[in-house]
């Protein structure tokens, strides 16, 4: 989702190919080679996704509580992100990761780059959100969840008398031609959920014709959330021109101006693919324990609280008390589409793979 509040001593990281910033970072996270000095204070390096937006002071409160100082490097979308973690495992880029989602998370455990680490602040209310052993269940712990959706804005259809379409199958449908707009399931966590839901609702003998007929009815596709979200779609907090993107079922209360009026957009339903975000203690850390603190703070009400208003998610903490807004317009998907984490894991890549020939042809 779009970063609108700057992180606490937020690094923007480009890595480019073959210059990456292990040594750049080098002073801040160390290495088991390198070894920070008897009784220094732990500055940790938390990596993360360019949505990534906490409130001013968040960060703040978990440095003044513990002494520990934070700073925030961004890596990309989530799909980035784990790639880039993946390809510099051997000289890490930091301490923690947040971001890294149900849908990306086998590569993250499979190439090796977290330790053992689950928050011992999670309850039995969050059981449902832990993935399964051996495949995240020992070394993430889950922040935040949220439903990708087609969202659409009521207003353009309303002022051109269109119906709104309601199914994915509609989205293929030559009366919305050119209407909506995708982020790439290569490089971006809600366009790789946007295609898992489409293996879930047509199988493996079905979505790739769907994919094309997706392609022939004009669909576009961005890099990642912000151009897709912000560039395109015609929404009021954006520039676009296509009524139907692929976002979050959390997207329309930020839209809401009054709280009493109805908001300028909404969800399909029936598009929905269930995401959750994971925190971890990537391996090579030279401060283990106090990665472990900043995992377990990434539970506390201090930042559950402002995941809603500042990132546009779920708390996954039971109880957490949600925005105004939220009660009245966020939706919150009760069937959405999902895939068990084994099948992820063993068929992502190729279905990217797949899809990519599809897209690029």
Known sequence: MGSRIRPVRLVVAAVAAGALLGPALAGCSGSPQDPPASGASAQLVLVTH???????GVLDAFTSETGIAVDVVALGDAG???????LTKDSPLGDVV???DNTFASRAVDAGVLLDYVSTALTAAEAPYLLPAGQGGEQLTPVDSGDVCVNVDHEWFAER????????????DPAYRDLLVVESAATSSPGLAFLLATVAAFGEGGWQDYW????GNGVKIDAGWTDAYYADFSGPSSDG?????????????VEVVDPAAP???GVLTATCFRQTEYAGV?????????????VDFLLSPTVQQDLPGSMYVYPVVAGTPLPETWAAHAVRIEDPYGLDPAEIGASRERWIQEWAAIVDR
């Open 50 to 56: 360019d949505s990534f937006a906490l409130s001013d």
């Open 80 to 86: 980035e992100l784990v790639n880039k973690l993946v």
């Open 241 to 253: 021109e296509r009524p139907l993107v692929v976002s979050y079922s959390s997207s329309p209360p």
């Open 212 to 215: 094309r007929a997706l392609i």
């Open 98 to 100: 947040f971001g890294i």
């Open 161 to 172: 008398g269109l119906a709104e379409p309601a199914t994915l199958e509609d989205l293929a």
């Open 263 to 265: 908001s300028p957009t």
């Open 282 to 294: 990537l391996a090579g850390t030279a401060w283990p324990e106090a990665a472990q603190r900043l």
